[in-house]
């Protein structure tokens, strides 16, 4: 006959008998065997490779790659364990097509991309609006808000299918820009007017919504950074964004801040939740 004693040893050796299968359950069916291998390529224009940083590779190229921007920050923060920055200043949406997707495949788990400004020549038009009295930028900023409405789309849709096709398992984030003025009439060396800089600023959101518009349309996630920047653009108290600077190749762009506490807490979050979206989607598939 079974003691008191020995039957208390007996229920604790089939609770721990339980609890083992339960935990082995769960490893199973809820927990990941290893930790997931992150592969990031980041692409784009000079708002993705740093300029307005002041601080670039050696590299051999005229793309003026950053250790200070966004991409290097996010790929430390989101433990890739691949990383391929091609983004390169200058970029149009043909650049990116031709010469960043060589890194791209099936194992390519994260990507980022912005462009499109270079396409609209937005930096040829603030550079004739900085252009002193009688000259005016009028028809310039009209000139870019066509390109931005007519043609633009039809090019982004012909790089996202692309980029689908060559890596139809990564999480990608369209990385939109930010508005650049304050709307003040504050540097000496700047001529352009607030009522230029109110067109420019409705120019940065023609941008914004068309980029977002064709981002969504082809199942990626849109990084919007103009909230984000708000309150930091030229002239502001705190600028995340240089105004006329030298070399002039700085001007217009994030700096180190910009990037650092603009772009690299909003792209890390978009691509997260973009990661989140898509292991729901892969559950609901099973």
């Not at 060559?166 to 352009?192: K, M, T």
């Not at 190749?249 to 772009?263: D, I, K």
């Amino acid at each position: 006959m079974a003691t008191p004693a020995s039957r208390w040893k007996q229920r604790l050796a089939t609770l721990a008998t339980s609890l083992a299968v339960t935990l082995a359950a769960s490893v199973a069916w809820g927990l990941p065997a290893h930790a997931a291998t992150v592969v990031y390529t980041a692409l784009g224009d000079s708002y993705s490779s740093g300029v307005g940083t002041r601080s670039y590779y050696s590299d051999g190229t005229s793309c003026q790659r950053s250790q200070y921007a966004y991409p290097v920050l996010v790929k430390s923060q989101i433990g890739a364990t691949t990383f391929v920055f091609a983004a390169c200043s200058g970029a149009k949406v043909g650049d990116v097509l031709n010469t960043q997707l060589g890194s791209l495949s099936a194992s390519t788990t994260h990507i980022t991309l912005s462009v499109g400004g270079n396409d609209a020549g937005f930096g040829s038009v603030i550079s004739k609006c900085a252009l002193p009295w009688p000259y005016t930028c009028w028809g310039e900023i009209n000139n870019a808000n066509a390109y931005i409405t007519n043609t633009l789309p039809g090019a982004l849709d012909n790089l996202y299918n692309r980029i689908r096709a060559l890596a139809p398992n990564a999480r990608v984030v369209i990385v939109g820009y930010p508005r650049l003025f304050n709307e003040s009439d504050c540097q000496s060396l700047s001529r352009i007017s607030p009522g230029e800089q109110v067109e420019l600023n409705h120019t940065a959101d023609l941008l914004a919504t068309t980029i977002q518009s064709r981002a969504v349309a082809h199942g990626f996630a849109f990084a919007d950074p103009r909230p984000s920047f708000k309150g930091h653009a030229v002239c502001d108290a705190t600028e995340w964004i240089n105004g006329i600077s030298n070399p002039t190749s700085e001007s217009y762009h994030p700096n180190q801040t910009g990037h650092a506490s603009g772009y690299t807490p909003l792209v890390k979050n978009a691509l997260q939740s973009a990661t989140v979206k898509a292991a729901a989607a892969a559950k609901s598939k099973k």
